[in-house]
């Protein structure tokens, strides 16, 4: 059976690949896994009932919302089933309970892809051999369509076991992790309350053969996801540049001293600006100027210190150049440590897996996930949460036009999961 489903997995990224869609747009994605799941003895839940309409953050603007659900509509996801979706209420939780006293285990994937244009160059598998993003301004540049089908293969296997198995199980199959935005709305839900194991985890990260398995990651980085606004007024650049307020000056100067943030002693700290624009012509003043921003950090306290530092700067550039400045949250994440409980875990549940060369304790991630509210949730309440990692060797960095995988990590990834919820399992070992 762990053959069929590691086969089922790779087929299934590849078709995934080909309709990536941006955070609360998963219309496709989502059709895509309930359909997958239907026929299984899972209850599945989607719309509002997945999560809190109001903790969702970055929200796209709702002109690319419609424009996703009518894309959707022309993909031939019935009308009715994308209605239960509207205004971005994206994603699917599946759960089976076996009625038998268990462990409850929570496994999440995440589903969203990017808004980058997949390459069409020779070289690049998915152009090669026919799976390619038919969505053109997005692309599965992260590795989220190998997390679905592995997730979709763990449920497979779980239905097929039902008998055998017990305590209860829920997969969450999560929108909007790009940007740090969906993960909070549904924990605020409950889909992770009294979870006393939870698994995640990604592909790829680190560049290292496909077939091996990190038990747990460090260097989850707290972060904040941030636009700012800055309101000038404009003028004549040339006969009263005196009456203009300059906003893509006052821009740019808090660019400027953003990045002159002292790092903190006590553990890394990340700031980057990736967009900034304003102005409307040569001879005008500028008026307004939107800049993209977001802090990190190695726990939550640090990223706290760079946005505070980070606010400072915005609000006192904009009092240089007597302007306005306005910051809207984006998204975010936590700082979180996985259990070194799941060391040992994952080293015994694996210790006869031919699919596996090698169980790193850790390897580092050095990135942010919103997972993190969800392992801060199951761990506060008393349950054991980790992070994996399947290293896959990447002809092109993560989010990059040629981005790619290694599609043994997927089958890599398919027999730890089964291995351990096997091992999990009080009645069956």
């Given at each position: 059976m762990l053959q069929e489903l590691q086969q089922f997995a790779v087929d299934t990224r590849r078709k995934f690949h080909t309709v990536p869609e941006a955070g609360f747009t998963e219309f496709i994605t989502t059709f895509e896994i309930y359909q997958l799941l239907q026929n299984l003895s899972f209850h599945l839940y989607i719309g509002k009932e997945i999560m809190d309409s109001d903790e969702r953050m970055g929200l796209p603007k709702p002109e690319e919302?419609?424009?996703?659900?009518?894309?959707?509509?022309?993909?031939?996801?019935?009308?009715?089933?994308?209605?239960?979706?509207?205004?971005?209420?994206?994603?699917?939780?599946?759960?089976?309970?076996?009625?038998?006293?268990?462990?409850?285990?929570?496994?999440?994937?995440?589903?969203?892809?990017?808004?980058?244009?997949?390459?069409?160059?020779?070289?690049?598998a998915p152009f090669d051999e026919g799976f390619r993003s038919k969505h053109s301004q997005e692309m599965h540049a992260c590795g989220h369509d190998g997390h679905i089908s592995i997730g979709l293969a763990a449920a497979k296997y779980i239905d097929a076991n039902k008998e055998k198995l017990t305590g209860k199980f829920t997969i969450i199959f999560q929108p909007a992790e790009e940007g740090l935005r969906g993960a909070n709305s549904i924990v605020q839900k409950g889909w992770v309350d009294k979870v006393d194991y939870f698994m995640s985890g990604h592909i790829g990260i680190n560049a290292l053969q496909a077939g091996s398995v990190a038990a747990t990651a460090n260097q989850i980085l707290a972060s904040t996801k941030f636009d700012v606004t800055f309101k000038g007024k404009s003028a004549h650049a040339g006969v009263e540049p005196n009456e203009g307020k300059n906003a893509l000056n006052a821009a740019a100067t808090a660019l400027l001293q953003l990045n002159a943030i002292p790092r903190h002693r006590d553990g890394a700290t990340r700031i980057n600006v990736g967009h900034l624009s304003g102005g409307s012509g040569r001879n005008v003043i500028a008026d307004e100027a939107v800049m993209?921003?977001?802090?990190?950090?190695?726990?939550?306290?640090?990223n706290q210190y760079m946005y505070q530092e980070a606010e400072r700067i915005i609000q006192a550039s904009a009092a240089m150049y007597d302007i306005e400045s306005n910051i809207s949250f984006m998204g975010q994440g936590l700082g979180t440590v996985c259990d070194a409980a799941w060391i040992d875990i994952v080293k015994e549940a694996c210790q006869n897996n031919s699919?596996?060369?090698e169980v790193y304790d850790v390897l580092p991630l050095k990135a942010s996930e919103d997972v993190s509210y969800m392992m801060d949730h199951v761990q506060k309440n008393g349950g054991l949460a980790t992070y994996m990692i399947f290293p896959s060797l990447l002809p092109a960095g993560h989010h990059h036009p040629q981005f790619d995988i290694d599609e043994e990590a997927i089958r890599t990834a398919v027999s730890v999961y089964i291995d351990v919820i096997h091992y999990l399992q009080p009645t069956i070992n």
């Open positions: 919302i419609e424009a996703s659900k009518e894309r959707a509509l022309a993909y031939g996801v019935p009308e009715a089933f994308v209605e239960k979706l509207d205004g971005g209420h994206t994603g699917v939780v599946a759960v089976l309970d076996t009625g038998r006293k268990g462990p409850h285990i929570a496994l999440r994937y995440d589903i969203d892809g990017l808004p980058i244009i997949e390459s069409d160059e020779e070289g690049h993209l921003v977001g802090t990190r950090g190695e726990t939550t306290e640090l699919d596996v060369k």
